[in-house]
């Protein structure tokens, strides 16, 4: 090889390196940029807190959390209300029929560790509610994200149904 062809390779080579760098420092800023906007955190950080938010937006692998989890969300009892549904068994199902059953704590919040369950995706939802007197089934899939409240906003719009909730009848006041 030339020692211009060296030179040439080395020049392509680096600024592979250097574009590589640019982008993991947008990646970063992006994701820090999506961290920050989730706002102050209302109660100090737990089980319990910031229900209703994406949760693998902090506990996804690129932190600031170090729990990491597949799967994360919130259950309301009521439609259009704010009232969490504690005990609630949420069922996912991944494409390859494995089944993972989680509770939901007192805030309605649930989560999956990636070490207990690293669903194969799409997955199927399903939520009982703690007497078992309710269940709804999901009916879409989830395509790739196992953070809920990236679709289940808290605003029902042309691209979220809106938090999930057991009962369609708003009877908890807010």
């Not at 574009?19 to 993991?24: Q, R």
């Not at 994406?54 to 506990?59: E, G, Q, V, W, Y």
């Not at 906003?153 to 908890?172: E, I």
Request: aromatic share 6%; glycine share 14%; proline share 9%.
């Amino acid at each position: 090889m030339s020692r211009a062809n060296v030179w040439f390779a080395l020049l392509v080579a680096g600024a592979g390196v250097v574009a590589s760098l640019g982008s993991v420092s947008c990646a970063d800023e992006v994701h820090n940029e999506a961290v920050a906007a989730l706002g102050p955190d209302a109660i100090p950080p737990g089980p319990t807190h910031r229900p209703g938010q994406p949760c693998l937006t902090c506990h996804g692998g690129s932190g600031p959390a170090k729990l990491q989890f597949s799967v994360g969300g919130t259950v309301y009892l009521n439609q259009g209300g704010g009232m969490p549904a504690p005990g609630a068994s949420v069922q996912i199902e991944d494409i390859e029929g494995n089944l993972y059953v989680v509770q939901t704590n007192t805030a309605g919040n649930f989560f999956v560790e990636l070490v207990d369950f690293a669903p194969k995706y799409p997955t199927q939802m399903q939520v009982t509610s703690a007497d078992g007197s309710l269940t709804l089934q999901m009916l879409t899939h989830v395509g790739r994200d196992g953070s809920c409240a990236d679709c289940h906003t808290a605003a029902v719009g042309p691209s979220s149904p809106g938090p999930v909730y057991l009962n369609a009848t708003p009877r908890d006041g807010g």
